[in-house]
């Protein structure tokens, strides 16, 4: 039941992140809903992911891969935009505590002098926050450069 819990909160408060970001974002009325599902889909599927042990990376690029899929049936559906749907759906899993600790670490290293532990700490956190963003790129790119790119006359 305690999953269930967590799974159900972070399905609703990832929506509500999502739905912030549109807003900001000034996406159109009409789409907002489909926003705040696209979070709330991408962050189950990432813990749906991680639930069957793939990394972060992997769990990061398929989530990508399967919301640029749906955000391309939704948009052609809708006549909006793909990037509309899929920019306030993948905030959700942006790798931002890696970023935070990375600075965090640079400006330790600034104030009190480098160390080989601060350094190799920055350079994972660095590199996990990079490499997850770039699967998270490659994931929502990858759906349209395919359909769009190889197979013209699914257009």
């Known amino acids: 039941m305690d999953s269930f819990l967590d799974f159900l909160l972070n399905f609703i408060f990832a929506g509500i992140s999502s739905?912030?970001?549109?807003?900001?974002?000034?996406v159109p009325k009409k789409t907002l809903i489909y926003c705040a599902f696209g979070g709330s889909l991408?962050?189950?599927?990432?813990?749906?992911?991680?639930?069957?042990?793939f990394s972060l990376e992997s769990s990061a690029f398929f989530t990508a891969s399967i919301i640029g899929l749906i955000a391309l049936y939704v948009s052609r559906r809708n006549k909006i935009p793909r990037p509309t749907y899929?920019?306030?759906?993948?905030?959700?899993?942006?790798?931002?505590?890696?970023?935070?600790?990375?600075?965090?670490?640079?400006?330790?290293?600034?104030?009190?002098?480098?160390?080989?532990?601060?350094?190799?700490?920055?350079?994972?956190?660095?590199?996990?926050?990079?490499?997850?963003?770039?699967a998270i790129s490659f994931g929502i790119a990858l759906p349209s450069v395919y359909f769009y790119r190889i197979n013209k006359y699914m257009v």
Do not use: C, H, W
């Open 42 to 53: 991408t962050i189950s599927l990432r813990n749906l992911f991680l639930y069957f042990d």
């Open 86 to 134: 899929t920019v306030a759906s993948i905030i959700p899993i942006i790798p931002g505590s890696f970023a935070i600790k990375s600075m965090t670490i640079l400006i330790t290293m600034n104030n009190s002098g480098v160390t080989t532990e601060l350094l190799n700490a920055f350079i994972q956190n660095g590199l996990r926050a990079f490499s997850i963003l770039g």
């Open 19 to 26: 739905l912030g970001f549109a807003l900001v974002f000034n």
